[in-house]
């Protein structure tokens, strides 16, 4: 077969959360890019000595908001590619069976990767330069943009592209590796049962340890060096990257407890209780629906947190002065609100990867339901158990992340500043943004559930139960 183009099955439908990833983190980088191009433009007719100045600072802020917009969509997109496998393991099993090198596969999966990162890609590129011509046109037809030289078709908008690109293949790539345990003989079976490996789950055991104890050990030096400067931030930042990549590591041993307590609210029927079981009965499965989105709600709250908290204290400080609480708060306000639109392009993209896995998931869960219709179960009983099933999987995700938001805000604004109060700095959770994120993940169960129980209720037991 070395002379052949391998094909792995599966259709195009697959791809299509990967498409939209590459497309709205491209559109979010390119229009980034105009956004820092226009504002130093503007600054620049007004100010030509500050321009400078503003572009660095804009460019600073921006690329920072890019990468974590490429952190969880490369999260995402390796979660998806991990869904695609898991779905097509009998074809890759008979490929292995003709002679096609694991290797080669994981190669023609990954490529996959690439094409769809590109097209999707180039598409949020042509979309965001598009955007950032009706914004000018607009703003200097209506005056609030002042006349001068804005260069929308900057080289710099190419950078979000080739970022996104390398960063979908590379994220296809990790979500392939799975493709090493498919065996050839999965091919001759009845039914394919992945391969286990008990030295992989150790690895990943060990790793999730070591990485959550060094984070913790991070945030608490960083919780301490606050006290003394608000350089401590700076330690509680690594110490926040190293225990979250312990949560994505041990996901598969984190999640599974998670969603168990949280099923426990479902109540006893029989659509709830495979629901809930299925939890934990497919872990990885479970894990992969999941982790995006916590990603996502993470990363809204601990904002919300950090500057919900540095407002108040700040604010506090300020006592003396009205207006100047006043100016502070305000100011605070529209930056809460700025940072929230930015990251919430992160939870966006969060979004799709839920919906992709639970909608993915019910295709390649055929046979399973055909039994379930074959033993009884009625078109809404199946709806009512897809319901549960995402429910129970976003409020387990919804419920954590918020959970660990809370958590990293408040470090942050304590290592920032405890050397300020010389003390403790208490909490201040933003109600109003956890009821948005609450709302949020309540109307994806209902997006992911209508989708995927539509698909589901028009499965014959007979079809279902006849699919390899």
């Known amino acids: 077969m070395s002379g052949r183009a391998l094909r792995t099955g599966g259709s195009t439908r697959d791809h299509v959360a990967t498409l939209l990833v590459a497309g709205v983190s491209s559109l979010f980088g390119v229009a980034l890019v105009e956004a820092v191009v226009l504002i130093s433009g503007a600054v620049g007719a007004s100010a030509a000595s500050s321009s400078g100045t503003v572009a660095i600072a804009l460019g600073t802020v921006s690329s920072v908001f890019l990468l974590i917009a490429v952190y969880v969509a490369a999260v995402v997109t390796a979660n998806t590619f991990a869904t695609i496998v898991a779905g097509r393991r009998r074809p890759i099993a008979l490929l292995r069976l003709l002679g096609a090198e694991s290797a080669r596969v994981r190669r023609a999966l990954a490529g996959e990767g690439l094409v769809v990162g590109a097209v999707g890609a180039v598409a949020g590129l042509v979309l965001g330069v598009a955007v950032a011509a009706i914004v000018?046109?607009?703003?200097?037809?209506?005056?609030?943009?002042?006349?001068?030289?804005?260069?929308?078709?900057?080289?710099?908008?190419?950078?979000?592209?080739?970022?996104?690109?390398?960063?979908?293949?590379?994220?296809?790539?990790?979500?392939?590796?799975?493709?090493?345990?498919?065996?050839?003989?999965?091919?001759?079976?009845?039914a394919a049962a992945p391969a286990s490996s008990t030295g992989r789950r150790t690895r990943s055991a060990t790793v999730t340890i070591v990485l959550l104890v060094l984070g913790a050990a991070f945030l608490a030096l960083g919780v301490l060096a606050g006290m003394l400067s608000p350089v401590g931030l700076?330690?509680?930042?690594?110490?926040?990257?190293?225990?979250?990549?312990?949560?994505?590591?041990?996901?598969?041993?984190?999640?599974?407890?998670?969603?168990?307590?949280?099923?426990?609210?479902?109540?006893?029927?029989?659509?709830?209780?495979?629901?809930?079981?299925?939890?934990?009965?497919?872990?990885?499965?479970?894990?992969?629906?999941?982790?995006?989105?916590?990603?996502?709600?993470?990363?809204v709250t601990m904002f919300a947190v950090a500057l919900t908290t540095y407002s108040d204290v700040v604010t506090a400080r300020l006592a003396e002065s009205a207006g100047e609480r006043q100016a502070l708060g305000s100011t605070v306000a529209l930056t809460i609100g700025v940072f929230s639109v930015l990251v919430g392009f992160s939870a966006l993209i969060a979004a799709v990867g839920l919906v992709n896995t639970l909608t993915v998931g019910m295709l390649q869960r055929m046979r399973e339901l055909g039994l379930l219709r074959a033993l009884g179960f009625s078109r809404g009983q199946l709806r009512t158990m897809i319901l549960a099933e995402g429910a129970q999987l976003t409020a387990g995700a919804v419920v954590f992340g918020l959970l660990l938001g809370m958590l990293y805000g408040w470090v942050a604004a304590q290592s920032l500043l405890g050397g300020v109060v010389h003390g403790i700095v208490a909490p201040v959770v933003p109600w109003p943004i956890v009821v948005v994120v609450i709302g949020g993940g309540a109307a994806l169960t209902a997006v992911s559930s209508v989708i995927a129980s539509r698909r589901a209720s028009a499965v014959s037991p007979v079809v279902a139960l006849a699919v390899e």
């Open 234 to 299: 700076l330690v509680a930042f690594f110490g926040g990257i190293f225990s979250f990549s312990g949560i994505i590591a041990g996901a598969r041993f984190i999640m599974p407890t998670v969603l168990s307590l949280v099923g426990r609210a479902f109540g006893h029927s029989p659509s709830a209780r495979i629901a809930v079981a299925n939890a934990s009965r497919y872990a990885e499965r479970s894990t992969r629906a999941t982790m995006s989105l916590i990603i996502g709600v993470t990363l």
């Open 136 to 190: 000018t046109g607009i703003g200097l037809a209506q005056g609030w943009l002042p006349p001068a030289m804005y260069d929308l078709l900057t080289p710099a908008v190419a950078g979000p592209v080739v970022v996104v690109i390398v960063t979908t293949w590379f994220a296809a790539w990790i979500g392939c590796r799975s493709v090493t345990l498919v065996s050839p003989l999965e091919a001759t079976a009845a």
